[in-house]
């Protein structure tokens, strides 16, 4: 399958801080791939050089065949962006904002109002087409950038943290709609969240992205199993018993991380979960199906979520 996004040596610079330092990069067309990583890890930067909103400072990044230093117009009309900064109008309403931007990509009028009543039903806001933008909740806000970023039939899709701030409600709505547009083998999905659970439920493949470096890509299930296992034993000690919880883990040759005073067990012989949890009494033992968090810290030492 061809690439759509190819990224060689590709360096982000903001002075002298490196943002993004990226060997190698391909994404495959039709593909929904995840980038996951914590606040700060160079997400957003990395997309933004993708779409436009930032130059790379070293190295190419080809967006549909076409370097992004040379042709970023041009790869601007063939993506739809949905991100942190929303150029929305508000004195204009639902529809009259959809209307704007189908005139910016020179959407006939003949076909720019069927495909703005299709893309409303799509994202449920029919009967939000004639409110004004100080009536909309933050969900709705976030799902009239979904339909601006579609009002063009992009060949890419680019989403950076497009649920982050929403309630639990919203979120779950945006994310089934999200697996939804898979639907479309057209269209090539890319993702940014520091939400492992998001990446899980909607991608093909993701990956791992901390300081600006490429951790770790492929299935997140191969991901999962190929750092942690299948299963996490994860249990809270007293830090003056955690040497002597070490000292055990290392005795028995145990893959293990300690963040805090939380110590993560990873094994992947479901047989020796019952003689493993005999050997590490807690108030809080917890037997739980490991997740791209636990990846990331095993390959990182870090939290995608830092818990205070």
């Not at 004195?91 to 003949?110: A, G, W």
Request: aromatic share 8%.
């Amino acid at each position: 399958m061809s690439a759509v996004i190819q990224i060689k040596n590709l360096i982000k610079k903001y002075d002298d801080f490196t943002a993004v330092n990226i060997t190698s990069l391909e994404i495959k067309k039709s593909e929904c791939f995840g980038l996951l990583g914590p606040l700060g890890s160079g997400k957003s930067s990395l997309l933004k050089t993708l779409y436009g909103a930032s130059f790379l400072s070293e190295g190419d990044a080809y967006v549909l065949g076409l370097n992004v230093r040379d042709h970023m117009s041009e790869i601007k009309a063939r993506l739809g962006v949905v991100s942190g900064t929303d150029l929305f109008d508000d004195q204009l309403t639902v529809f009259e904002n959809l209307n704007f931007f189908s005139r910016l990509y020179d959407i006939p009028k003949n076909i720019s109002s069927d495909k703005i009543s299709k893309l409303l039903r799509l994202l449920q806001m029919e009967d939000k087409a004639d409110s004004l933008l100080s009536d909309l909740n933050p969900g709705f806000l976030r799902r009239l950038s979904f339909a601006i970023a579609l009002i063009n039939d992009p060949e890419i899709l680019i989403l950076d943290c497009p649920t982050e701030n929403l309630n639990l409600e919203e979120k779950e709505w945006l994310q089934n709609f999200i697996v939804s547009l898979k639907e479309n083998k057209a269209m090539t999905v890319i993702i940014s969240t520091d939400d492992c659970f998001e990446i899980q439920k909607i991608c093909d493949r993701v990956t791992l992205i901390h300081k600006g470096k490429l951790v770790s890509i492929g299935p997140t299930e191969l991901i999962k199993n190929e750092f942690v296992g299948e299963n996490v034993i994860e249990f809270d000690c007293d830090s003056k018993d955690l040497n002597y919880y070490i000292k055990k883990l290392k005795d028995l040759s145990l893959d293990y991380q300690v963040i805090k005073n939380t110590v993560m067990i990873f094994f992947k012989n479901e047989n020796s979960v019952k003689e493993i949890l005999s050997l590490f009494a807690s108030q809080r033992t917890l037997l739980r199906k490991s997740n791209l968090n636990d990846a990331f810290i095993r390959l990182t030492g870090q939290q995608l979520r830092e818990i205070q």
